[in-house]
């Protein structure tokens, strides 16, 4: 693996990332193995490693929102609601803040595991 292939390092991070799921920390873990492949640009390559692990998440949020976004939700059997046009803009909006929240936190966490695989690359601790 080359030291500076950010392309490469930060995808094998995306990953390690989406495999480690299951783990509170995800990013952090890519972002570590990112940056300790990378050796340079740590923080770089770890936030673009959280962003490539956004993209599924943000594909499937996408595709949910089109299908519920819209769907008025105090209606019931007797029809839309007085309230039906008002709960599609916060389904809207849950979703636009709950995707940018993600977002922060997969590229924060990312870039913070990118610094501590640099690191851990640089003092040869591995």
Do not use: Q
Request: charge should be negative.
């Amino acid at each position: 693996m080359n030291d500076g292939d950010t392309g490469t390092n930060a995808l094998i991070g995306a990953v390690v990332t989406v495999l480690t799921t299951f783990t509170g920390f995800a990013p952090l873990i890519g972002g570590v193995v990112a940056g300790y492949l990378n050796g340079h640009d740590g923080m770089k390559v770890g936030a673009l490693s959280g962003v490539i692990a956004s993209i599924p998440l943000l594909l499937i949020a996408v595709f949910f929102g089109s299908l519920f976004a819209f769907m008025p939700v105090m209606g019931g059997m007797m029809g839309a609601g007085p309230g039906a046009g008002f709960t599609g803009a916060m389904g809207i909006t849950v979703i636009v803040f709950g995707l940018g929240f993600a977002l922060v936190y997969a590229v924060g966490l990312g870039a913070l595991g990118g610094y501590l695989g640099e690191y851990l690359k640089r003092e040869d601790v591995f």
